[in-house]
T-cell receptor, first 114, second 114 residues
Framework: GAGVSQSPRYKVAKRGQDVALRCDPI?????LFWYQQALGQGPEFLTY????????KSGLPSDRFFAERPEGSVSTLKIQRTQQEDSAVYLC????????????FGQGTRLTVV | AQSVSQHNHHVILSEAASLELGCNYS??????LFWYVQYPGQHLQLLLK??????LVKGIKGFEAEFIKSKFSFNLRKPSVQWSDTAEYFC????????????FGSGTRLSIRP
């Protein structure tokens, strides 16, 4: 596609509910990132994939957070047993192969846990 | 660990005023540096980037930034701001040797008075 697509745009979950957030990166982009952006803050790194391999998951805040990219394209971020502190915008970005390039961001999924 | 500091949380200017937003990073090795902008309700967009070469980088919409290695700084400038520059601005860094996570600063909210 033309850009990074994320769905849903908005998600309201009851505390304790599981959620799944989807990211469609730019076609052919090897690298994919997930970020969490709390209100008034900068994006905080969650995890990074190169193709289907999850190379860095050091930013995942707890074992309730899980991300996958089984075929090296679409990725899903899953949050189990959501808590109020999980409320944030979840951003996905993809980055093409090559040294001199940039990451392209999706519009994000705004998760509100009530 | 690498980090990015943005000194100004909220900057308020009048139209035609000059702008400088501060950014400092902490990493002793080779870095790639970025400024992203987030207009209200929109996704993060790249303003400019520095990978190598001329430390004075020009970006879109009249923005520029200067990489000063000795000061670990990458300040964003614009000689004359417009009301349409109202947005959140994020400085970011990646470590050159690792095509992995982009680390963001906490952002600077820019408000332009018409």
């Amino acid at each position: 596609g033309a850009g990074v697509s994320q769905s849903p745009r908005y998600k309201v979950a009851k505390r304790g509910q599981d959620v799944a957030l989807r990211c469609d990166p730019i076609s052919g982009h090897v690298s994919l990132f997930w970020y969490q952006q709390a209100l008034g803050q900068g994006p905080e790194f969650l995890t990074y994939f190169q193709n289907e391999a999850q190379l860095d998951k050091s930013g995942l805040p707890s074992d309730r957070f899980f991300a996958e990219r089984p075929e090296g394209s679409v990725s899903t971020l899953k949050i189990q047993r959501t808590q109020q502190e999980d409320s944030a915008v979840y951003l996905c970005a993809s980055w093409g192969r090559g040294g001199d390039t940039e990451a392209f961001f999706g519009q994000g999924t705004r998760l509100t846990v009530v | 660990a690498q980090s990015v500091s943005q000194h100004n949380h909220h900057v308020i200017l009048s139209e035609a005023a000059s702008l400088e937003l501060g950014c400092n990073y902490s990493y002793g090795g080779t870095v790639n540096l970025f400024w992203y902008v987030q207009y209200p309700g929109q996704h993060l967009q790249l303003l400019l980037k520095y990978f190598s070469g001329d430390p004075l980088v020009k970006g879109i919409k009249g923005f520029e930034a200067e990489f000063i290695k000795s000061k670990f700084s990458f300040n964003l400038r614009k000689p004359s701001v417009q009301w349409s520059d109202t947005a959140e601005y994020f400085c970011a860094v990646t470590v050159y040797s690792s095509a992995s996570k982009i680390i963001f600063g906490s952002g600077t909210r820019l408000s332009i008075r018409p």
